[in-house]
Structure formats: structure tokens, C-alpha cells
């Protein structure tokens, strides 16, 4: 299984922007689906977004439709989530996922996945 790590989150004001990114090794990269969850305190982890292994097509959860965007470098073997005009309600833990035999769609869950990075925070304050 592939080994992933998140960097890149922290505090942001609201309306700022971060980019987070997901180093993966140990695995051939680009048999993977790619995925960003986030958790909040009290809620379950609840998918943001996915990238497949190959074509054009990336999958948000409505909230961060037009704001966040997930792309990868397989390449560099790094995922990253570009996340713009922040807003209160993104703070969460969030967590890279990758996974050998799920298809890209809006509705995986965290039960598709099979790897997983420890997390990176980020909050966002008024």
C-alpha cells in the first residue's frame, strides 16, 4: 500500500487560501484514485474531493464547489488541493486518500479508500 503524508494546512482569515498537499510513496502512484476528506470536531469525515487515475474529470461535495481544486503530479507523486475563499465552516482536519480499485465519483466515502495520511489542520477564523 502507498504511505501518505498531508503539509500545508494552518490558519487562515476567512476569504484567504491554502494549498495543501499529499506526499505518497511506496506505491505506483498513478493506480491510484486520489481523494481529500475533512473532519470536524463532533462530525463524521466527509468527502471534499476526488481525482481518478487518468482523464480530465475531478468530483467536489457541493460546499466546495468553485472554491477548492484538486489536482495531482503523478510525476512527483503528490496530490494537492487548492483551497480558495475560505469560509468558516472548512475548518476541519483534512486527509489525503488513495485507494487501488474505487472509481471517481461525488459519493465515495471512507470506506473506498485504503490508505490514508495522518492529517493536516486547518482552520479558518473570522
Known amino acids: 500500500q502507498v504511505q501518505l503524508v498531508e503539509s500545508g494546512g494552518g490558519l487562515v482569515q476567512t476569504g484567504g487560501s491554502l494549498r495543501l498537499t499529499c506526499a505518497a510513496s511506496g506505491g505506483t502512484f498513478s493506480n491510484y484514485l486520489l481523494a481529500w476528506f475533512r473532519q470536524a470536531p463532533g462530525k463524521e469525515r466527509q468527502f471534499v474531493a476526488a481525482v481518478p487515475r487518468g482523464g480530465p474529470n475531478t468530483y467536489y461535495t457541493d460546499s466546495v464547489k468553485g472554491r477548492f481544486t484538486i489536482s495531482r503530479d503523478n510525476a512527483k507523486n503528490t496530490l494537492y488541493l487548492q483551497m480558495n475563499s475560505l469560509k468558516l465552516e472548512d475548518t476541519a482536519v483534512y486527509y489525503c486518500?488513495?485507494?487501488?480499485?474505487?472509481?471517481?465519483?461525488?459519493?465515495?466515502?471512507?470506506?473506498?479508500?485504503?490508505?490514508w495520511g495522518q492529517g493536516t489542520q486547518v482552520t479558518v477564523s473570522s
Open positions: 486518500a488513495a485507494d487501488r480499485e474505487a472509481f471517481a465519483n461525488a459519493w465515495l466515502g471512507p470506506g473506498d479508500f485504503e490508505s
